[in-house]
């Protein structure tokens, strides 16, 4: 990445940074009641800016460490890995095939071939047992603790799901 490209990324880097910490001040003394046994409606939000945070601070230590490098005279050229856009081309499908598969083949399908994506030497049915595993969990999760109505449309129409 060249120069200026870094400065501007710390620059947003910061800007996120600063953003949401005002963001989590607002979440944190915004008043939010929730029925027993349900997540209060900001828990979602300032989890997610928790970790907007965490991941603008960790650029612009980067981006900083950057600048103190590139003082020494120190360059580096990294090439972005191709399963980076792979991943992000997954997500997107992940997030469309939602509506139309459910949530919880999206995420068997995602997870299935993130694993192999990943790690091309893993058997077929291992990748299926991971994706299994994971998809359970999040299910769990989302659905019997946090309560969240997930889309389960197709399923539905089976009869799996109510």
């Not at 601070?57 to 050229?77: C, M, S």
């Not at 997870?111 to 359970?136: G, M, P, Y």
């Not at 997930?150 to 009869?159: P, T, V």
Request: glycine share 4%; aromatic share 12%; net charge positive.
């Amino acid at each position: 990445m060249e120069k200026d490209q870094r400065f501007y990324e710390l620059l947003v880097a910061l800007g996120l940074a600063l953003l949401s910490c005002f963001l989590l001040y607002t979440a944190f003394t915004t008043r939010a009641t929730a029925s027993p046994g349900m997540m209060s409606a900001m828990d979602f939000p300032k989890a997610v800016l928790f970790g907007i945070l965490a991941l603008s601070l960790y650029l612009a230590v980067r981006n900083l460490l950057f600048w103190k490098n590139a003082a020494a005279g120190i360059t580096e050229r990294v090439r972005t890995d191709p399963r980076v856009w792979a991943t992000a081309g997954l997500i997107i499908a992940y997030a469309l095939a939602w509506r139309y598969i459910s949530f919880s083949l999206a995420t068997l399908a995602y997870v299935f071939v993130q694993a192999k994506l990943l790690d091309r030497a893993l058997r077929w049915r291992r990748c299926l047992l991971v994706s299994l595993a994971a998809t359970a969990v999040v299910l769990l999760v989302f659905r019997v603790i946090f309560k969240v109505s997930l889309s389960e449309n197709l399923l539905a129409m089976l009869g799996v799901v109510h």
